[in-house]
């Protein structure tokens, strides 16, 4: 991967230490800078100290080919990286700071970042000994984990016993900032977060960002010498995050532009760290959308609902239907702005599966509530739910008659039953018509849709009057059995 090694020892005066200083060729377009010294304060060491170096290189990725052999498949493009890497102290006591920047970020490069790292780190004696001069290490220390094989896009540390012995052994504190990290659509900055090594745990007791135009912040640690290491994240929180923009970023684009302010609770756990992430993610959180508003046709969630209600009986059964209806369906061809007054949902992750309680989307006079699953990999929502209208919407759709004891209700609202199913940014609710039907057997029909005949078609007429006589006869068919 080095080629075009260039390289020379030069000395600031006669018997100080030897510099070196070069550069070098990475692959076909990248480069590395270094300079490599004793610094100034360690030059009158005793040789009691340990050597002391400091080391300074400087590192412009033009292709992210010329590294490739250090990158996983997966790892997103980047464009011109410049980073500068400096080392100070002893290899018992040393810290390390990285600067890194690249372009701003394209379709075919979505990866960009501009971020800043220090990490402080300490050695026992014996295991800087161990590490330079392979010298034994003191039996009562414990021996590193037992390899192992991990599963599909983990790792475990224990299998570089070296790596292992330093994880045990080593004491470190890591400070990382960012003006900006970015990834297709989506787009970190103002990013900070403080993290400490102990016996092989990486603790991250704060980490904070801005992020579609809210805060998010979490808490957490990981569990580097478990086969595989695993983390656990035990607090996340997100506010005020802009809808718009996380379903921009996530490209979940349907019919309909949705706004709204994001706020989210929860925790999880994982070990993958790649493309397998999901189906090794544990998590439970709330979320809670305020302000919500969709602009696009096909209108309000209450309007596919209407659509799928044009049937002559339930027209007949509620008066203020055909209204509905008849709007819904003017809506669906039409760009309008719906607004809610909010949307709740308690979330549980497992095995790739998103599964969603008490969710709930709050409408004026109408709430819809589901439960479900959301496949993450393949976008398939498969929801249960139930639209419930309020007791005053219900006495509007039904002109003031009782049909508690004809159609569904709950605590004095009509109650719909519906199925969501399809893509995230394209759910399909459809209410269960056959349910309303069959609860509608209970009606008199003669005595209470008799008046109301006169008032449909023709056509409605008659498909009223054939859909009465083929449920009278299934209702005689039901009793008997």
Request: hydrophobic fraction near 40%.
């Amino acid at each position: 991967m080095l080629s075009d090694l260039d390289a020379q020892v030069s000395y600031d005066a006669p018997g100080a230490p030897p510099k070196l200083e070069g550069r070098a060729t990475i692959g076909q377009a990248s480069s590395l800078q270094f300079l490599l010294e004793t610094p100034a304060d360690a030059r009158e060491s005793d040789g009691a100290r340990p050597p002391s170096i400091a080391l300074d290189t400087q590192w412009v990725i033009r292709d992210r080919a010329d590294i490739q052999a250090l990158l996983t498949e997966s790892f997103p493009a980047f464009q011109n990286l410049q980073a500068r890497l400096t080392l100070r102290g002893t290899l018992e006591k040393f810290s390390l700071q990285l600067d890194a920047q690249t372009d701003e970020p394209t379709a075919t490069h979505p990866l960009a970042l501009n971020a800043q790292a220090t990490v402080e780190c300490t050695l026992p004696k014996p295991l800087a000994d161990y590490l330079e001069n392979n010298a034994p290490l003191p039996d009562d220390w414990p021996p590193p984990p037992p390899s192992c094989e991990p599963p599909v896009g983990t790792i475990a540390f224990g299998n570089w016993p070296k790596l292992a012995r330093i994880l045990q052994r080593a004491e470190a504190q890591l400070h990382l900032s960012f003006a900006e990290l970015a990834y297709g659509g989506h787009r970190f900055t103002d990013g900070a977060a403080t993290a400490y090594l102990r016996g092989g745990n990486l603790i991250v007791p704060t980490a904070t960002c801005t992020a579609y135009e809210g805060k998010l912040s979490a808490r957490g640690n990981a569990q580097l010498l478990t086969c595989p290491a695993s983390y656990r994240v035990e607090s996340i929180t997100g506010s005020d995050l802009d809808v718009h923009q996380l379903f921009a970023a996530n490209d979940w684009t349907g019919s309909n532009d949705w706004f709204g302010k994001l706020q989210i609770k929860g925790s999880l756990t994982g070990q993958a760290v790649n493309a397998y992430v999901w189906p090794t993610l544990t998590a439970n959180g709330t979320a809670q959308i305020d302000d919500l508003q969709s602009v696009g046709t096909g209108g309000t969630p209450m309007d596919a609902v209407w659509r799928e209600l044009d049937q002559p009986l339930l027209l007949s059964l509620l008066p203020k239907l055909r209204s509905k209806v008849a709007a819904a369906q003017a809506a669906e061809n039409t760009v309008t702005t719906t607004r809610y007054e909010r949307a709740t949902a308690q979330i549980s992750l497992s095995g790739g599966v998103a599964t969603l309680s008490a969710a709930e989307l709050a409408m004026p006079d109408y709430r819809l509530r589901a439960g479900g699953t959301y496949q993450i990999l393949a976008d398939e929502l498969q929801l249960t739910a139930h639209v419930l209208a309020s007791p005053e919407e219900t006495a509007r759709l039904t002109g003031g008659r009782d049909l508690q004891a004809v159609l569904p209700h709950e605590n004095g609202g009509l109650l719909v039953p519906v199925t969501i199913q399809g893509s995230l940014s394209r759910p399909q609710a459809r209410p269960d018509v056959d349910h309303l039907l069959q609860n509608a057997l209970q009606f008199d029909f003669k005595s209470d849709l008799a008046p109301a005949l006169d008032s449909l078609s023709e056509k409605d007429q008659k498909q009223l009057q054939e859909g009465i006589q083929i449920l009278q006869n299934l209702g005689t068919l039901l009793q008997v059995r």
